[in-house]
């Protein structure tokens, strides 16, 4: 029976890679000189610091244009409001990953809904969508695609 997986994934390396990017760009512009402004990061959680409020929402506008470049949807980001006092400001930013129970079952009813003869289940961090034919299967993709759900979604594992 084919089946395949929905899952919502980030590559680790990729976000290194793109924060790396976004500190070297935020230390060679001109706006950003003697300023103490940087990234940190931290399994899933990115920190920003910076002087002003000014200087961090282009810190997130810079962080935002990396990760896209990077192949990182930015809808799995998820931004605190910033922290500002006398002396500096701080935002922090989780990057969500995995299906969890609420979005599971979203994706569910909306498969459900459709009425293509299809079933769905919620395993761990992901939904695993199984039917009798490949037809099926690529129509609930085409309809996951069109479906405006707050995370990214790809979809992995598909066998026959």
């Known amino acids: 029976m084919p089946s395949f997986d929905i899952v919502s ?7 290194v890679n793109a ?10 512009r001109f706006d950003f000189k003697g300023s103490n402004a940087k990234f ?8 920003l610091n910076a002087p002003s409020e000014f200087q961090l929402q282009q810190m997130l506008d810079i962080l935002k244009l990396r990760l896209s470049k990077r192949g990182i949807d930015i809808q799995c980001m998820k931004a605190d409001e910033p922290i500002i006092n006398l002396a500096n400001a701080r935002q922090v930013i989780t990057l969500r990953e995995g299906i969890d129970s609420e979005l599971g079952k979203k994706v569910q009813r909306i498969i459900k809904d459709s009425k293509i003869k299809v079933q769905a289940a919620l395993q761990d961090k992901q939904v695993r969508v199984t039917g009798k034919s490949r037809d099926d299967l690529q129509n609930v993709i085409a309809l996951i695609r069109k479906a405006n759900l707050d995370m990214p979604l790809q979809f992995t594992n598909f066998r026959d």
């Open 9 to 15: 994934e980030l590559q680790q390396n990729e976000v």
């Open 19 to 28: 924060v790396d990017q976004a500190t070297r760009e935020v230390a060679t």
């Open 40 to 47: 940190e990061l931290t399994d899933k959680i990115i920190t």
